[in-house]
């Protein structure tokens, strides 16, 4: 069963604009929503996490957007590069849970 | 990198042999994790372990094996290599709790091919 649904499978954007990407939980009791950037050849990399107890975290250009009523959260990329091409998946846990679940993964494709 | 090395970091195999894949980690987390990634799969679980000798299931445990003597090394065998276990693999550690809570950091994957 998958407990977090993620969407687009795939995105591209042009140089500068605004990719969003959205993730949905049926979990209640999750409270740590992490993104995840992954680079061909390479692991995951934690980008920016957030909690239930805020609505936005934004770190540099990279930005969470988080809907606590509607089971739903996404990743914003402010002026968007062609080196944030990567894969970004959604994952979350809940408390003194040691397991991630992990959305499907979206593939970024930013254009100059 | 957090410290974490997998190997091997490519293996062909055949159908039917065991399989040993390695992770090691150099700053004595406790948690360590295997995931297998597929396309239109994401990340999945398939074991973990919380401590030496203390491992559990996760979503994709069938058909594999872990373990766990030291702090700083968490095995995955493939007891008898099938084609569906073709994929990359991948380690993770977390951070302790007292260090921040539930970030896991990966490793760099090792791609296995099984024929």
């Known amino acids: 069963q998958q407990q977090v649904k993620q969407s687009p499978q795939s995105l591209i954007v042009q140089k500068g604009g605004i990719p969003i990407i959205n993730c949905a939980y049926e979990n209640t009791a999750f409270d740590y929503f992490p993104w995840y950037q992954q680079f061909p050849g390479k692991g995951p990399a934690l980008l920016i996490a957030i909690r239930p107890d805020v609505s936005e975290k934004k770190e540099g250009r990279f930005t969470i957007s988080f809907n606590k009523s509607a089971k739903q959260f996404s990743l914003h990329i402010m002026d968007s590069q062609p080196g944030d091409s990567a894969t970004y998946f959604c994952?979350?846990?809940?408390?003194?849970?040691?397991?991630?679940?992990f959305g499907t993964g979206t593939r970024l494709t930013i254009i100059p | 990198d957090a410290g974490i090395t997998q190997s091997p970091r490519h293996k062909v195999t055949e159908t039917g042999t065991p399989v040993t894949l390695r992770c090691h980690q150099t700053?004595?987390?406790?948690?360590m994790y295997w995931y297998r990634q597929d396309p239109g799969h994401g990340l999945r679980l398939i074991h973990y372990s919380y401590g030496v000798k203390d491992t559990d299931k996760g979503e994709v445990s069938d058909g594999y094996s872990v373990s766990r003597s030291k702090t700083e090394d968490f095995l995955l065998t493939l007891e008898s290599a099938t084609s569906s276990q073709t994929s990359v693999y991948f380690c993770?550690?977390?951070?302790?709790?007292?260090?921040?809570?539930?970030?896991?950091?990966f490793g760099p994957g090792t791609r296995l091919t099984v024929l």
């Open positions: 993770a550690i977390r951070q302790d709790w007292d260090r921040g809570g539930n970030e896991q950091f």
């Open positions: 700053e004595n987390h406790r948690y």
């Open positions: 994952a979350a846990s809940s408390g003194g849970n040691e397991k991630l679940t």
